[in-house]
C-alpha cells in the first residue's frame, strides 16, 4: 500500500478507527493494557474496540491484552485501504528548514528509521503534518524550494497518528508502531528494516 499524493491536502483526513485500535493496542509504553484502556486512547466506542479485537483474538493474532502474533497484527494494519495523502517539495535544505519551524510535526519513513535503527539511509523527509497547519506548510516549503518529487514529503492522516510521538535527537518522530506500519507499507529495504524494529520492540 502506498500513500496517495494529492495537490488539494486542505480537506480535514479521514478518521479510520480501526486502525486507532491498532495503533493503541499495540503501544509498548501502556504497562497495563485493557480492551477498556484501548478503547479509551482510541476515542472509539467499547462496542467498535471489542468487535476490532475480538476478529483479532479469533485469527489467534492475540488473546485478551497479549499480542500473540505481532508480525501477522502489522501486517493486518499494513494490508489495510491506506487513507493518507501526500504532497512533495524540494528544498535545498529541508533539515535547516524543518529545525527552524515552529509549526508541530512528526518524522517517520527513511529519516524516522535512521535516527531509531539505523538500517535505511534517509533518502528524503516524510513528516506527517496537522490539517490546520497545511497551507502553511506549503507557503514555507514552496517559498524555499520547488513543489512536485523532491527531498520532503509532507503527509496528512487521522490526527491520532500522533499518539505516543516521541523525540529522538532532538528529532520529533512517530511511535515505534506507526513507525513500523509505515516502513512495511513502503517496502522492500524499509520492509527489512521494520523486520529489525519489530525484533527489537516486541519479541
Known amino acids: 500500500m502506498k500513500v496517495i499524493e494529492k495537490n488539494d491536502i486542505s480537506r480535514p483526513p479521514y478518521v479510520d478507527k480501526v486502525e486507532r485500535i491498532y495503533r493503541v493496542f499495540l503501544s509498548r509504553e501502556i504497562k497495563k493494557m485493557s480492551w477498556y484502556r484501548v478503547a ?19 485469527d489467534g493474532i492475540i488473546k485478551g491484552s497479549i ?7 502489522f501486517k493486518r494494519w499494513a494490508d489495510r485501504k491506506d487513507q493518507r495523502v501526500y504532497r512533495e517539495y524540494h528544498t535545498q535544505n529541508p533539515a535547516k528548514i524543518l529545525k527552524n519551524t515552529e509549526m508541530d510535526y512528526a518524522l517517520t519513513g527513511y529519516y524516522a528509521e535512521n535516527l531509531i535503527g539505523h538500517y535505511v539511509f ?19 516549503l514552496s517559498g524555499n524550494g520547488y ?10 492522516a487521522d490526527e491520532h497518528v500522533f499518539f ?31 523486520d529489525l524494529l519489530l525484533m527489537r520492540a516486541y519479541q
Not at 482510541?42 to 468487535?51: I, L, P, R
Not at 499480542?67 to 497484527?73: E, F, M, T
Not at 513543489?147 to 496528512?156: P, R
Not at 529522538?168 to 513502503?186: A, F, H, K
Open 40 to 58: 479509551e486512547e482510541a476515542e472509539v466506542a467499547f462496542g467498535w474496540t471489542h468487535k476490532v479485537l475480538r476478529n483479532l483474538e479469533n
Open 67 to 73: 499480542i500473540k502474533d505481532p508480525k501477522a497484527l
Open 122 to 140: 534517509p533518502r528524503y523527509y516524510e513528516l506527517y503534518i496537522h490539517s490546520m497547519d497545511a497551507a502553511n506548510w506549503h507557503s514555507l
Open 147 to 156: 513543489v512536485g518529487k523532491g527531498n520532503l514529503q509532507i503527509i496528512l
Open 164 to 194: 505516543e510521538k516521541a523525540d529522538v535527537d532532538g528529532w520529533p518522530t512517530v511511535s515505534i508502531q506507526q513507525l513500523i506500519v509505515d516502513l512495511y507499507r513502503e517496502g522492500a529495504e524499509c520492509a527489512e528494516a521494520a
